[in-house]
C-alpha cells in the first residue's frame, strides 16, 4: 500500500498531468475514429454511440505482477482515465500463480474484459474453440497497433488468425549482469567465451572480490524458470529451442550443444560456484540476493544494469557497478538467444465483452496508451517531479524505487510497448549502451523458427513434455543423472508425444519451404 504522505506528493502532478491529458484527449477526439462503426445505412447505431473513443469506459483487466499489486484507484490510474476515458479495474494474480489462475479462469468462463494471457496450450486451445475475439481484421483501423513489427503478431497467431496484442520486446534483449567492480578488482576483464565466464564466476566465489576478507560471495545464481539454460544452449551453437539442423527439425536437447551446456552448468553446481537450490530458488529470491551484494552474475536483460538490477546493488552498496555482456563466442560466432517477440499477448474474451463496437472501444484504448505522447511518457518514466525531472529538455529518472512500484506494474503487466512516442530521454549510459546493443545483436540473434507452427500434440501436452526436459536437465547437473540416463529421459519423451512433435513442425515446416 502507498503511504497517506506519498499519494499528497503526487497529488499536483496528477492534476497538472490530467488538465493536459483532457486537452490532448479533446483533441484527439476530433480525429479518432476507430472506435465507432457505422451501420449498413450510414447511420452510427447506439451502440457505437455508447463505446465511442470519446465516451467514458469501465475495462476490467486481469495480468501478473511480481511484487505487491498497486492499490486501485491510484494517481496512474486517475491519470490513464482522464486522458482515454477508461477507469481500469484490474485484476493482478501473482506471477508464480499466473498459469494457474489463467487456466482456472478460462475454464470457469467468469473472465475479464481483456486478459493478458501466456501463449501456452490452454489458451490455444481456448482460441481454437471461440473463446476470444479475432482482432485481425480490426487493426488496420488502429494505426500505431497496426505498426508493430508483423514478427510480434506471427508469433501469436493461431491458425493464421490474431487473437490478442502482443507484449512486444526487444528480440536481442536477454544478457548476463555482472559486478564490474568486482571484475576490476580482480583484474580481469569482460568475458568473450563461456570459458571466461566460467573462470569470472569461479573468481568472484573463491578469490574475495568485494575484499572484505570474508568468504561470503557466490559468482552465479539461477533461478528455478531455468530459461537462461536455452541461452547457453545457443552460445554453443545449438538451436533457440527448435530448429533444422542437418536439414532435419530438432528440439534443442537433442543437440551436442545440449551437452556441452548441461557440462558448463554442471561444473559450476559440482565446485558451488552457484546456488546449489537453484532448482527450487525463485526469482525473487535472485533479485533478493543480488541486491544484498553477494552475487558476482544473475541472468537479466540488457537494461537491467543500468535500472532495476543496478539501482537495486547500489542500495545496499554504494559504490557497486554493474556492467553486462550479451554474447559469448564458443566456436560459432558470437551468438544470443532471440527473445519470443513477445512477453504475452492481451486477449478480449467473448463472454465478457459481447459486441464488436465494444471491441474497438477496448482497442482504442491500447491505441491511445501507445500513439499518445503523455501516456507513453507516463508508462516509459513517470510522473514528473515525482519519478522524473526536466533537464534541458530531456528527461531525467529521479526516483527508481517508485517508478518499480507504481508505474512499472502497468508497463510491464499489460503492455511493453510504450517506446513509439515518448518524451526524450537522458539516460544512463548504461541504459544508453543496453538500448544500442538490444539494436546491435539483432545480427547474432538466433531465434526459434517454430513458435507460430501448429502442432497438435504440442497444444494437448506441450507443457508436461518440456516439464520432462527440464526435469531430465536438472537432474543432469545435479549429479543425479549421467549422459546415457539423460538420454533415456529424451527417449520417453519421443514415446510420450516428442516425435509426434517433431513429425508435426516436419510437415509445418516442409509446407513454408515451398513457399
Do not use: H
Not at 15 to 44: E, F, H, N
Not at 67 to 96: H, S
Not at 477 to 484: E, N, T
Amino acid at each position: 500500500m502507498r503511504s497517506k504522505q506519498f499519494l499528497k506528493t503526487r497529488a499536483v502532478p496528477v492534476l497538472l498531468t490530467a488538465a493536459m491529458a483532457t486537452s490532448l484527449a479533446a483533441c484527439a477526439s476530433k480525429t479518432d475514429t476507430s472506435a465507432t462503426t457505422s451501420s449498413p445505412t450510414g447511420k452510427v447505431s447506439a451502440e457505437d454511440k455508447k463505446f465511442a473513443a470519446d465516451q467514458p469506459y469501465e475495462l476490467s483487466l486481469s495480468t501478473s505482477i511480481a511484487g505487491e499489486p498497486p492499490a486501485p484507484g491510484n494517481e496512474v490510474e486517475l491519470a490513464i482515465q482522464k486522458n482515454t476515458g477508461v477507469t481500469l479495474k484490474m485484476q493482478w494474480i501473482p506471477a508464480a500463480a499466473m498459469k494457474d489462475k489463467e487456466n482456472i479462469m478460462i475454464a470457469s468462463g467468469e473472465l475479464p474484459k481483456a486478459m493478458v494471457v501466456n501463449y501456452d496450450t490452454p489458451v490455444l486451445s481456448a482460441m481454437r474453440n471461440g473463446t476470444f475475439w479475432e482482432l485481425g481484421p480490426l487493426l488496420k483501423d488502429y494505426p500505431t497497433l497496426s505498426k508493430i513489427d508483423p514478427s510480434f503478431y506471427n508469433n501469436i497467431k493461431v491458425d493464421g488468425k490474431i487473437y490478442g496484442i502482443p507484449k512486444a520486446r526487444e528480440i536481442a534483449r536477454n544478457a548476463t549482469i555482472y559486478r564490474k567492480d568486482w571484475l576490476d578488482a580482480l583484474g580481469l576483464k569482460e568475458p568473450k567465451t563461456p570459458e571466461d565466464q566460467y573462470n569470472i564466476i569461479k573468481a568472484f566465489t573463491l578469490n574475495d572480490p568485494d575484499k572484505n576478507g570474508k568468504n561470503d560471495t557466490v559468482g552465479y545464481n539461477m533461478n528455478k524458470d531455468f530459461t537462461a539454460f536455452d541461452k547457453m544452449v545457443v552460445i554453443f551453437g545449438g538451436p533457440n529451442r527448435w530448429g533444422v539442423v542437418d536439414g532435419k527439425v530438432t528440439p534443442a536437447w537433442m543437440t551436442k550443444a545440449n551437452m556441452d551446456a548441461l557440462n558448463w552448468y554442471k561444473r559450476l553446481y559440482d565446485e558451488k560456484l552457484m546456488n546449489q537450490d537453484f532448482a527450487v530458488t525463485e526469482k525473487a529470491t535472485v533479485d533478493k540476493n543480488w541486491a544484498a551484494g553477494k552475487i558476482g552474475m544473475v541472468d537479466a536483460v540488457v537494461l537491467a544494469a543500468g535500472q532495476s538490477q543496478g539501482t537495486a546493488v547500489k542500495k545496499n552498496n554504494p559504490a557497486a557497478q554493474t556492467d553486462f555482456f550479451t554474447t559469448l563466442d564458443a566456436g560459432s560466432g558470437p551468438r544470443i538467444d532471440g527473445a519470443s517477440y513477445n512477453d504475452g499477448f492481451v486477449a478480449i474474451p467473448k463472454s465478457s465483452v459481447k459486441t464488436e463496437a465494444e471491441v474497438r472501444r477496448i482497442l482504442s484504448y491500447f491505441e491511445k496508451m501507445s500513439a499518445d505522447p503523455e501516456m507513453a511518457t507516463l508508462m516509459n518514466s513517470g510522473m514528473e517531479g515525482i519519478e522524473y525531472k526536466v533537464d534541458n529538455g530531456l528527461i531525467v529518472q529521479t526516483d527508481a524505487d517508485k517508478f518499480g512500484k507504481f508505474i512499472k506494474p502497468y508497463r510491464d503487466g499489460v503492455s511493453r510497448d510504450y517506446s513509439i512516442n515518448p518524451k526524450a530521454t537522458k539516460d544512463d549510459p548504461l541504459v544508453k549502451k543496453g538500448n544500442q546493443a538490444a539494436k546491435d545483436n539483432l545480427k547474432n540473434a538466433i531465434l526459434n523458427p517454430f513458435l507460430s507452427f501448429n502442432s497438435t500434440t504440442y497444444l494437448e501436452k506441450g507443457a508436461e513434455l518440456d516439464q520432462m526436459i527440464t526435469d531430465a536437465r536438472v537432474k543432469y547437473i545435479m549429479g543425479k543423472l549421467d549422459g546415457a540416463g539423460f538420454q533415456q529421459e529424451v527417449d520417453k519423451w519421443l514415446k510420450a508425444g516428442g516425435q509426434k512433435i517433431i513429425d508435426e513442425y516436419t510437415a509445418e515446416y516442409a509446407k513454408t519451404a515451398k513457399k
